[in-house]
């Protein structure tokens, strides 16, 4: 392929889609290659969370969002009217779990609009697909990337297709090629961790008797954990006896029959299979998410249990972080020093999410010690305190990046909310601020006396959206929507470095 490409992204799935996004929303030459010749239809995530949400509603997806939520609330009211009203167990109420204690109440948190959406993998892959053509981001299926070589001015990489092998030169390769990420294997990146200790089965099926395994909800039994028809049909098993013996082997009817029947303890037969599929409680995070031209973003980077529904948010995140760096770095405004911060801030992150989901998996083993330790752990979130902190850490909300401000704003990824513009911005009226930000660019939000700050930006960046606001602090916000710099009342003290640090080398 003869054609300048600045950027190849491996792997169309939701994390490649919204990196390859990123980088086009910055200017950059996108190709991304895609193994599969269709989106996959293996049942992976059932929703999103708040973080990964607003990384998709701040480009253009918030009605995509809202429509596929209600499709998910009109097949959860079907499976109810199916299973009778007594059905629907305590749990049932989407607002989070910890360990399957679905006990995160909304009125503790500290930000309770900022929520996770029960909108399934297949959903938000889809509307991802839909925003990246509309903005004539090249997806290449049935493109295997089999090697690439890195050179001092950039990386040459090869695949495999159906209709001819091909090779291109790119200055940036991302790998968001998955859990079993070749990229990742290639470039020798290190993945420490913890070995799978058990199985996790994911199932869409037609069961004999379904009365007797409701109500639905998370069940804890001797033999391990089931939750059966949240969905019509649903059922998810986690069995404590051990990994797979054979991860590869694909999952038979007698396979989950015969665990429902162990772990419900329930004289029960599986008429028919739709769809399976089994995951572990692998644990495993690289060390550093670059190697010189060579980066990873989404599960390429970190694999853990799915428990509490983060790794889909993790790795949207992770692209939402990266996409505008690696587009200022390529465009030549920033140096590649810049990239280093995708580790520093993403790292300790993925780190934070992959201690808790062991923990989860500690607390739902079937044993009576983890028993014990578990109704302590419900216990403690009836403290208000105790399930704010719970809330906080599985929806990634009171994790800041540390930017080493003594601000406690700074750091944060800002959620959306309305704005008024006044005087020196672009229009009147008032929008939200994730309207403004839905074409990439960062912002500022103004409350400075004569809009003194909007007047140190536009000297520094084009690559910034002025926005005067009636009240402070005024702040400098990222494209990821990390608040880089908050003003002390009407001071712009701090903004000029701030300027420096993430949006231009002019002033270096
Ligand atoms: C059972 C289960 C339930 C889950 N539930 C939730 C949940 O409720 N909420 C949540 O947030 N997360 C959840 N997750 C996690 C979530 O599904 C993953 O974190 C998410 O799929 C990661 O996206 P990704 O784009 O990084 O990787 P993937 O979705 O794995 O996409 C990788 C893509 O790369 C392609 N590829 C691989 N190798 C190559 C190659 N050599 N060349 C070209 N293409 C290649 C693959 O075909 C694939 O399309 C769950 C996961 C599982 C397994």
Redesign the pocket.
């Known amino acids: 392929m003869n054609k300048h490409i600045d950027v190849v992204v ?7 889609l919204l990196t390859a996004i990123e980088l086009t929303l910055g200017g950059v030459r996108v190709l991304v ?4 010749a269709a989106a ?1 239809m293996v ?7 708040p973080l ?1 949400s607003e990384a998709l509603q701040r480009r253009g997806m918030a009605a995509a969002i809202a429509a596929a939520e209600e499709r998910t609330f009109a097949a959860m009211k079907k499976s109810t009217e199916q299973n009778g009203p007594d059905a629907r167990g305590k749990g049932s109420k989407f607002s989070g779990h910890f360990a399957g204690l679905s006990l995160i109440r909304k009125d503790a948190q500290k930000e309770p609009e900022r929520r996770a959406h029960p909108v399934d ?1 297949h959903a938000v892959e889809a509307m991802l697909a839909d925003r990246a053509r509309a903005l004539g981001v090249e997806v290449h299926r049935e ?4 090697g690439f070589v890195q050179q001092d001015d950039g990386v040459d990489v090869k ?1 495999v297709s159906p209709t001819g092998d091909g090779r291109i030169r790119c200055a940036y390769l991302v790998g ?4 079993r ?2 990229i990742r294997k290639m470039a020798g990146f290190d993945f420490p961790g913890t070995a799978p200790s058990m199985t ?1 089965y ?1 199932a869409v099926t037609e069961i004999d008797h379904p009365e007797r395994l409701l109500p639905s909800g998370w069940r804890r039994t001797s033999g391990g954990v089931f939750s059966y028809g949240f969905l019509p049909g649903r059922l998810v098993m986690l069995d404590f006896s051990g990994p797979p013996s054979d991860r590869e082997a694909p999952v038979t009817r007698e396979e989950i029959e015969a665990v429902l029947r162990r772990i419900s303890g329930t004289d029960i037969r599986v008429k028919s299979l739709e769809s399976a ?1 089994r ?1 572990t409680d692998n644990t495993r995070l690289v060390d550093t998410y670059r190697q010189g031209r060579v980066l990873l ?4 980077a970190h694999i853990h249990s ?1 428990f509490g ?7 949207l995140v992770d692209a939402a972080n990266l996409g505008w760096k690696l587009a200022a770095v390529v465009r030549g405004e920033m140096p590649e020093s810049l990239l280093d911060t995708y580790t520093a801030e993403r790292h300790p992150v993925a780190e934070a999410v992959l201690a808790n989901t062991l923990a989860q998996v500690a607390i739902m083993r079937p044993d009576s010690q983890a028993g014990a330790m578990r109704d302590l752990v419900a216990k403690l979130m009836q403290f208000d305190d105790v399930n704010r902190f719970i809330g906080g850490m599985m929806s990634g909300l009171s994790t800041p990046y540390d930017l080493g401000s003594e601000m406690d704003d700074v750091g944060r990824l800002i959620g959306d909310r309305p704005i008024s513009q006044g005087s020196h911005s672009d229009g009147g009226g008032d929008v939200s601020l994730y309207d403004v930000m839905q074409d990439g660019m960062g912002v500022l939000l103004d409350a400075s006396i004569d809009g003194e700050a909007s007047k140190l930006v536009a000297a520094a960046s084009q690559r910034i959206r002025c926005v005067a606001v009636d009240t402070g602090p005024s702040m400098l916000i990222r494209p990821d929507a990390c608040i880089a710099w908050a003003g002390e009342e009407n001071s712009t003290d701090g903004l000029e470095e701030a300027l420096r640090r993430w949006f231009t080398t002019e002033a270096r």
């Open positions: 491996v792997g169309a799935g939701p994390v490649g290659l895609e193994r599969l996959s049942t992976k995530a059932l929703g999103i969370g990964g993998q493109c295997d990337v089999t695949w968001c090629d998955g859990g990420s070749s996790m994911n599929s995951w973003a989404g599960d390429a799915p529904g983060q790794g889909l948010s993790l790795g």
